[in-house]
């Protein structure tokens, strides 16, 4: 049951050492703010779940904070490579993490399996593709009705969901809206879940196609205004497309990489004053 409490409790309490964690989003309401906790409190050996892993998970990797990452597309959106995740694979620095890489229709099916209890997911894919040869958790079976070739991928079952939300009610529900990824599913498919909004208020008011994670599913939701920033938050604020500029030459060699993080988020003690040195930040560069 849902408790509201601090970001930080909430990393603490909740999240340990060797979980399987997804932070998920979509290029929309990506938990940027949860991100930046795990870093702070130095979680680590985390086998993290994204399908579409980006600079949050650029700084995780290169803060040394994860083991294994299971994805389906990786890299700074409409900018590059990400230079941490990529001195990991093939420089062995801070530590070579183990990959896992999996369609997008696999991830999405494995997610909902997950949070229906299954064992496995059943989906039309990986056809032509080489993906099979280098997995031993895509296997393919016939459809006992149709006799049809099916690909069957294992379910993802985490340790704990982070999400962000624009809103949650002071009894702990939480609501979002816009463009979604596999949020819903990856909380359900979660022993644990924290979400971090944007605004706490009396009464959610949900419109058409916009989603309801009731507090039974939630562990924790903290108030964290601007907690997807520099991703976007409908309703609230716009993408910060000049901090994904900004992010590959800052991410392309270690120095400048650890002293940014240093900067900006080690000796910063919440996202409210990260917020406030990359601001400032910002304006010295201007």
Same mark, same amino acid.
């Given at each position: 049951?849902?408790?509201?409490? &601090?970001?930080?409790?909430?990393?603490?309490?909740?999240?340990?050492?060797?979980?399987?964690?997804?932070?998920?989003?979509?290029?929309?309401? =990506? /938990?940027?703010?949860?991100?930046?906790?795990?870093?702070? *409190?130095?979680?680590?050996?985390?086998?993290?779940?994204?399908?579409? /892993?980006? =600079?949050?998970?650029?700084?995780?990797?290169?803060?040394?904070?994860?083991?294994?990452?299971?994805?389906?597309?990786?890299?700074?959106?409409?900018?590059? #490579?990400?230079?941490? %995740?990529?001195?990991?694979?093939?420089?062995?620095? /801070?530590?070579?993490?183990?990959?896992?890489?999996? &369609?997008?229709?696999?991830?999405?099916?494995?997610?909902?399996?997950g949070a229906s209890g299954l064992p496995f997911a059943i989906l039309?894919? +990986?056809?032509?593709?080489? $993906?099979?040869?280098?997995?031993?958790?895509?296997?393919?079976?016939?459809? /006992?009705?149709?006799?049809?070739?099916?690909?069957? !991928?294992?379910?993802?079952?985490?340790? !704990?969901? =982070?999400?962000?939300?624009?809103?949650?009610?002071?009894?702990?529900?939480?609501?979002?809206?816009?463009?979604?990824?596999?949020?819903?599913?990856?909380?359900?498919?979660? &022993?644990?879940?924290?979400?971090?909004?944007?605004?706490?208020?009396?009464? $959610?008011?949900?419109?058409?196609?916009?989603?309801?994670?009731?507090?039974?599913? !939630? #562990?924790?939701?903290?108030?964290?205004?601007?907690?997807? %920033?520099? &991703? +976007?938050? *409908?309703? +609230? +604020?716009?993408?910060?497309?000049? %901090?994904?500029?900004?992010?590959?030459?800052?991410?392309?060699?270690?120095?400048?990489?650890?002293?940014?993080?240093?900067?900006?988020?080690?000796?910063?003690?919440?996202?409210?004053?990260?917020?406030?040195?990359?601001?400032?930040?910002?304006?010295?560069?201007?």
């Amino acid at each position: 049951m849902a408790e509201i409490m &601090s970001l930080r409790e909430a990393i603490g309490t909740f999240v340990r050492d060797g979980d399987h964690l997804a932070a998920e989003g979509f290029t929309h309401l =990506i /938990p940027f703010a949860a991100g930046h906790e795990l870093i702070r *409190q130095g979680k680590r050996d985390l086998t993290v779940y994204r399908m579409t /892993p980006d =600079i949050i998970y650029d700084q995780l990797i290169g803060m040394g904070c994860v083991r294994k990452m299971v994805f389906s597309w990786g890299g700074n959106p409409g900018v590059g #490579s990400l230079h941490r %995740f990529r001195d990991s694979i093939e420089r062995d620095w /801070p530590h070579r993490i183990e990959i896992e890489e999996r &369609s997008h229709a696999d991830m999405a099916n494995a997610y909902v399996a997950g949070a229906s209890g299954l064992p496995f997911a059943i989906l039309r894919g +990986y056809v032509g593709s080489d $993906l099979p040869k280098h997995s031993d958790r895509i296997r393919f079976i016939a459809c /006992p009705f149709t006799g049809e070739e099916l690909a069957a !991928v294992p379910a993802i079952k985490l340790d !704990v969901a =982070i999400i962000h939300a624009q809103q949650a009610d002071r009894r702990g529900n939480v609501l979002l809206w816009g463009i979604l990824g596999v949020q819903k599913e990856a909380v359900m498919a979660a &022993s644990r879940a924290v979400i971090t909004v944007e605004e706490i208020v009396d009464e $959610l008011r949900p419109a058409p196609n916009a989603c309801v994670l009731p507090r039974w599913v !939630v #562990s924790a939701v903290c108030h964290e205004p601007g907690g997807a %920033f520099p &991703s +976007y938050a *409908q309703g +609230y +604020y716009e993408r910060d497309n000049r %901090f994904y500029l900004a992010w590959d030459p800052i991410a392309r060699t270690r120095e400048t990489f650890l002293a940014w993080m240093q900067r900006h988020v080690l000796d910063t003690a919440s996202f409210a004053e990260f917020r406030r040195v990359h601001a400032t930040t910002a304006r010295e560069a201007a």
